[in-house]
């Protein structure tokens, strides 16, 4: 197998997938399994599991114990926080044994967070900047901007691209002001 020249995979991490983007690290312990696609300047930290048919975007930070399946498409500019867990079967059984066409997928959209122990059940969208607090449990979509706390989840405010909560004017410290498209859909700049 030849990687990149740029990429740094511990010697205690196991990379099969030839698909991983320059510069990235993958550090000790973490498994990438074949067919795995990780794009380029992402931090895939200890004990993280990436099985074949997941893809994973740019500049994404995979933190220690997150398990990221087939059907899970992270993309560009994600935060995974420790142990977050996501999941591709909805009504998983030991005895019965679905195959991929029965798997639920999920997307986490760009610049989105997802905090630590948090869980995301398959078939969800987390929308672009999207906020799921350390802990929530995600059934449904959460909205561009959207914070989300609880289980289940429940939107308690918005976040700015900075991650800030932003005020009832829908503007952040930062100067960033935004326009709220609708619950479903988030928030977009102004």
Same mark, same amino acid.
């Given at each position: 197998?030849?990687?990149? &020249?740029?990429?740094?995979?511990? #010697?205690?991490?196991?990379?099969?997938?030839?698909?991983?983007? &320059?510069? +990235?690290?993958?550090?000790?312990?973490?498994?990438?399994? &074949?067919?795995? *696609?990780?794009?380029?300047?992402?931090?895939?930290?200890?004990?993280?599991?990436?099985?074949?048919?997941?893809? @994973?975007?740019?500049?994404?930070?995979?933190?220690?114990?997150?398990?990221?399946?087939?059907?899970? +498409?992270?993309?560009?500019? @994600?935060?995974?926080?420790?142990?977050? *867990?996501?999941?591709?079967?909805?009504? &998983?059984?030991?005895?019965?044994?679905?195959?991929?066409?029965?798997?639920?997928?999920?997307?986490?959209?760009?610049?989105?967070?997802?905090?630590?122990?948090?869980?995301? @059940?398959?078939?969800?969208?987390?929308?672009?900047?999207?906020?799921?607090?350390?802990?929530?449990?995600?059934?449904?979509?959460?909205?561009?901007?959207?914070?989300?706390?609880?289980? #289940?989840?429940?939107?308690?405010?918005?976040?700015?691209?900075?991650?800030?909560?932003?005020?009832?004017?829908?503007?952040?410290?930062?100067?960033?002001?935004?326009?709220?498209?609708?619950?479903?859909?988030?928030?977009?700049?102004?």
């Amino acid at each position: 197998m030849t990687l990149d &020249p740029s990429i740094h995979v511990h #010697p205690h991490a196991l990379c099969e997938s030839t698909s991983i983007g &320059p510069r +990235t690290r993958v550090w000790a312990f973490a498994h990438v399994m &074949p067919d795995a *696609v990780i794009g380029a300047d992402c931090n895939i930290c200890d004990h993280t599991y990436i099985e074949g048919g997941a893809r @994973v975007g740019d500049r994404v930070t995979v933190k220690n114990g997150v398990a990221i399946w087939d059907m899970v +498409t992270i993309e560009d500019d @994600v935060f995974l926080g420790p142990n977050a *867990v996501f999941t591709n079967d909805l009504m &998983p059984r030991a005895s019965v044994k679905r195959g991929r066409s029965e798997f639920l997928p999920t997307l986490v959209r760009r610049g989105a967070t997802i905090g630590a122990n948090a869980t995301v @059940v398959c078939g969800v969208i987390v929308g672009e900047h999207g906020f799921v607090g350390a802990g929530a449990v995600v059934r449904r979509d959460v909205a561009a901007h959207a914070l989300v706390v609880g289980n #289940p989840a429940r939107r308690v405010g918005w976040v700015c691209t900075c991650g800030s909560r932003v005020g009832d004017d829908l503007t952040c410290g930062c100067g960033r002001r935004y326009a709220l498209v609708g619950e479903s859909d988030g928030l977009a700049p102004w």
